[in-house]
């Protein structure tokens, strides 16, 4: 497959034409480059509440609640455009309010399949602001999807930095990392995390960012990023492990292709076996003995 990693700025739009002719001029770019996955970030749905009006896209609370009232049009506008282009569409996350979860929001994103299938899967771990101002919380469980392009899982930005959450997601072919990062540090931890799952699981990750300001925004007022799409560091991937990088803060589409046949081959017969050595680490990783050292 080829993965569409995006690095995309929230635009102060002032009107819902406007939001849908942006994200399909995204997926018709990418479409035409031959992508098969495409990833908007994290939060990348908050240009929505801009729709509301300044004043309620200034105003934290208010602003959640405007994005969150929107999700059912993005959703259904995504689902169009992944069976108009035949992609496969991780959309931008939004905090949504489920009453099923409680009454704040989770940090949502939806995954949506050209002939129609759509699911959601939420952050599981929040950040400090997250906690407080926002007061988001965890959501539904894990998801793994089975798809025609092989089995995806989704990480939402600081999701990536727990191991226990990629072995959870031990069996997918590649992951996805929507991110949203304030500072240059912030964006370095969940690169790192993201290559850093890759190497455990010896699979393909990407993370896709949010780009540029957006002072009007209270969770997502500046932001840093690029896109970038990552291997094991191993037979039949680069050294590096990284298949492809953007340049930092500069929007746009960061490509790479997946192959599923590679990704087999380095499970089975990896000049390292980090996967299926994961268990041996049972029984080891207890509190180490103290010795004392003059």
Same mark, same amino acid.
């Given at each position: /497959? ?57 105003? &934290? ?133 993201? /290559? ?96 004392? &050292?003059?």
């Amino acid at each position: /497959m080829k993965i569409a990693s995006a690095a995309y700025p929230i635009d102060a739009l002032d009107s819902w034409q406007g939001y849908a002719d942006k994200i399909e001029a995204w997926v018709a770019e990418a479409a035409g480059q031959g992508a098969d996955l495409l990833m908007f970030p994290e939060y990348a749905a908050m240009e929505l509440a801009m729709l509301a009006g300044r004043d309620v896209a200034t105003d &934290l609370e208010p602003s959640l609640r405007a994005v969150s009232d929107r999700m059912p049009e993005a959703d259904a506008l995504n689902s169009r455009l992944a069976g108009k282009y035949g992609v496969h569409i991780l959309g931008g996350s939004a905090p949504v309010y489920d009453d099923a979860i409680g009454p704040r929001p989770v940090n949502r994103a939806a995954f949506f399949a050209p002939g129609g299938g759509k699911g959601v899967v939420d952050k599981q771990i929040m950040t400090r602001w997250e906690r407080e101002p926002m007061a988001c919380v965890g959501g539904g469980p894990l998801k793994v999807f089975d798809t025609a392009l092989g089995r995806i899982g989704v990480l939402i930005c600081y999701d990536c930095e727990f191991p226990l959450l990629g072995r959870a997601l031990q069996d997918v072919d590649v992951l996805l990392v929507p991110s949203c990062t304030e500072t240059l540090a912030g964006y370095w931890r969940v690169r790192i995390g993201a /290559m850093a799952r890759a190497l455990e699981q010896q699979c393909v990750s990407a993370m896709s960012s949010l780009v540029g300001p957006a002072d009007w925004c209270e969770v997502c007022d500046v932001n840093t990023g690029a896109g970038g799409i990552f291997g094991p560091p191993d037979r039949g991937f680069p050294p590096t492990g990284v298949l492809a990088a953007g340049d930092l803060d500069a929007p746009g589409w960061t490509y790479a292709e997946a192959d599923l046949e590679k990704i087999a081959e380095v499970r089975a017969d990896g000049g390292v076996l980090n996967r299926t050595h994961w268990t041996e680490q049972a029984g080891r990783d207890g509190a180490p003995t103290v010795e004392q &050292l003059q």
